[in-house]
């Protein structure tokens, strides 16, 4: 393993454009569980309340959910060293952008300036008639479902529900910088989300050097990966950290 380290930080280095690619393995460490798996949140919770179709109609039943996921369960969630390893990249000129399929804000939070955010962001709401913005800070949670101050319409978070598109800007950008990249850093995603698992599959075909940071093989390790560094986001960054600077 350092071996496979002090290559990877050697590759990273004499990189011209470096991205990193982050799923919900990088956040689980901050103690947001994931929404697949044997500990996903959808064993727990009805997918259905996150299908546009079905918020539309049933918005009230819909918050009730909506609320103690993402604005009561997670409230209290804060970067973790591994995003904070990736703004400090950034910072030095050694990553150009992260493009995460995360919607909790975190890179944000942890520094980083570059972030495409494939799946949108919780830490905002949307009028779904004028289109205003709200920050959820700004919400009570209290009253739901929470409403527009301009015309009364019915406010829904900012992210990507089933059944709507990705964000215009966050695609086009998310993929023209896998175009350019020269290293593609893998942080915490298994490749199973179409089309976010693309962006690194770009990245590979565009000839970029993969670098994968998660604790088992994905989808991803026997396809594209070049490196794959076996361990969880926070271990493995810190210790990439200390051979980068």
């Known amino acids: 393993?350092?071996?496979?380290?002090?290559?990877?930080?050697?590759?990273?280095?004499?990189?011209?454009?470096?991205?990193?690619?982050?799923?919900?393995?990088?956040?689980?460490?901050?103690?947001i569980p994931p929404f697949r798996g044997g500990h996903g949140l959808w064993n727990k919770y009805d997918p259905q309340v996150l299908d546009l179709s079905y918020f539309l109609n049933n918005a009230e039943h819909c918050w009730t959910y909506i609320r103690e996921i993402f604005y009561d369960f997670f409230a209290d969630a804060k970067p973790n060293d591994a995003h904070r390893v990736l703004a400090k990249m950034e910072s030095n000129n050694l990553l150009n952008a992260v493009v995460t399929q995360n919607i909790d804000n975190l890179h944000y939070e942890a520094g980083s300036k570059t972030v495409y955010e494939f799946h949108g962001n919780s830490k905002k709401l949307k009028c779904l008639k004028c289109g205003k913005v709200y920050d959820a800070k700004d919400i009570d949670?209290?009253?739901?479902?929470?409403?527009?101050?301009?015309?009364?319409?019915?406010?829904?978070?900012?992210?990507?529900?089933?059944?709507?598109?990705?964000?215009?800007?966050?695609?086009?950008?998310?993929?023209?910088?896998?175009?350019?990249?020269?290293?593609?850093?893998?942080?915490?995603?298994?490749?199973?989300?179409?089309?976010?698992?693309?962006?690194?599959?770009?990245?590979?075909?565009?000839?970029?050097?993969?670098?994968?940071?998660?604790?088992?093989?994905?989808?991803?390790?026997?396809?594209?990966?070049?490196?794959?560094?076996?361990?969880?986001?926070a271990e493995i960054l810190n210790q990439l950290d200390e051979l980068l600077f």
């Open 141 to 233: 949670f209290a009253n739901i479902p929470p409403k527009c101050n301009n015309d009364g319409e019915i406010l829904k978070p900012d992210f990507i529900f089933f059944g709507e598109g990705i964000p215009h800007d966050a695609y086009a950008d998310s993929f023209a910088s896998a175009e350019k990249a020269e290293v593609c850093i893998i942080v915490g995603s298994t490749g199973e989300v179409t089309p976010a698992s693309y962006v690194p599959r770009t990245a590979k075909q565009a000839g970029a050097t993969i670098i994968e940071i998660n604790p088992e093989e994905t989808i991803f390790t026997s396809a594209i990966t070049d490196i794959h560094l076996k361990g969880k986001a």
């Open 1 to 31: 393993m350092d071996l496979l380290l002090k290559e990877t930080s050697k590759i990273i280095k004499q990189s011209n454009f470096t991205i990193a690619f982050t799923g919900a393995g990088i956040s689980v460490e901050s103690g």
